[in-house]
């Protein structure tokens, strides 16, 4: 089987090289789509001969055409497929992404069509579930609003309640990371969260805080230490101050639904910052490979 040529790195010259034209995205697209083999879609055939649009594969059985746009997050895209490929590079490379106003102004596309667009990139970098967080995991719980909802007089019930986790390394370095809304502070809602994340035989650390009591039973290295106003847990308070401002320079509107599409987009970025060379690949795999949303934040 050939070897996909991947594309790797974050210099913005050699990727403008490589996808000025729409034929180079085709091919890249059709090199991940068909990396484990060929399949028709319809019958299963594995025979195919070349189809109609670029980089396209008709199945010599039942004459079957896929583009290799069919079923990805790519398929009927607004956006021009070498301009949908350069905004997944800056989002994935970019150390702070691109807001939908900044992919409108560089790449001349409508606001509303890179919002979509980038809607769609956020449900790629969605985490995999595959890799909980291990070690000494710290937990906390913090909240997030945004500014439109201190111009209406801060009403302290339209702010959200994020719990985030972060591994703590040996020497005082962090590890990777994740966030998501929860509707209360109970161990409800909690569980999931720490289901989907956390590994069972992590060194929790949380606050004394009730709700994280009972999760005791599953997660039986679960330690309570004094919060002693955020000071025991510095490097969490550290991540979320670094979140929240984030979260205030680029996006003005705070919907439930939107706000956990920023988190992952952060924590997709921040989980990946020492493996940078790798990550437009990485986010581009999964818009072609993409299965709908495993984890359910909208209750
Ligand atoms: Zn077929």
């Known amino acids: 089987m050939e ?3 991947k594309f790797t790195g974050l210099n913005s010259i050699k990727f403008t090289l490589r996808f000025h034209q729409v034929e180079a995205c ?5 090199d991940i789509k068909w990396e484990d083999g060929y399949h028709c879609r319809k019958c299963n055939h594995t025979g195919y001969c070349l189809g109609v649009k670029p980089h396209s594969r008709r199945c010599v059985k039942c004459s079957y055409d896929e583009s290799p746009t069919s079923g990805t997050m790519f398929d009927k895209c607004k956006i021009l497929i070498h301009i949908a490929f350069h905004i997944v590079f800056r989002l994935s490379t970019k150390k702070k992404g691109m807001s939908s106003l900044e992919l409108s102004n560089e790449f001349e596309q409508r606001q509303k069509t890179c919002w979509e667009f980038k809607w769609k990139v956020q449900q790629a970098m969605q985490s995999s579930l595959n890799y909980p967080l291990t070690g000494e995991v710290h937990v906390d719980e913090c909240f997030i609003g945004g500014e439109e909802e201190q111009k209406q007089g801060r009403s302290k019930g339209k702010k959200k309640l994020v719990i985030v986790a972060l591994e703590k390394l040996p020497f005082n370095g962090v590890g990777r990371a994740y966030a998501q809304i929860i509707e209360d502070a109970s161990n409800t809602s909690f569980r999931p969260f ?4 956390i590994s069972k035989d992590a060194d929790v650390v949380t606050d004394e805080w009730t709700g994280y009591i009972p999760l005791k039973k599953d997660y039986t290295k679960l330690k309570q230490v004094p919060s002693n106003k955020g000071k025991n847990q510095p490097d969490m308070h550290i991540h979320i101050m670094n979140l929240k401002g984030w979260l205030r320079g680029i996006h003005h509107h705070c919907s ?9 987009e952060y924590h997709f970025r921040y989980n990946r910052r020492n493996n940078m060379d790798t990550i437009f690949d990485t986010l581009l795999k999964r818009m072609v490979n993409y299965e709908p949303k495993r984890l359910n934040t909208d209750k």
Request: glycine share 4%; net charge neutral; charged share 40%.
């Open 26 to 30: 085709y091919k890249y697209l059709s």
């Open 194 to 197: 720490f289901e989907a994340h």
């Open 256 to 264: 439930k639904e939107r706000l956990q599409g920023y988190l992952e």
């Open 3 to 5: 070897v996909r040529d």
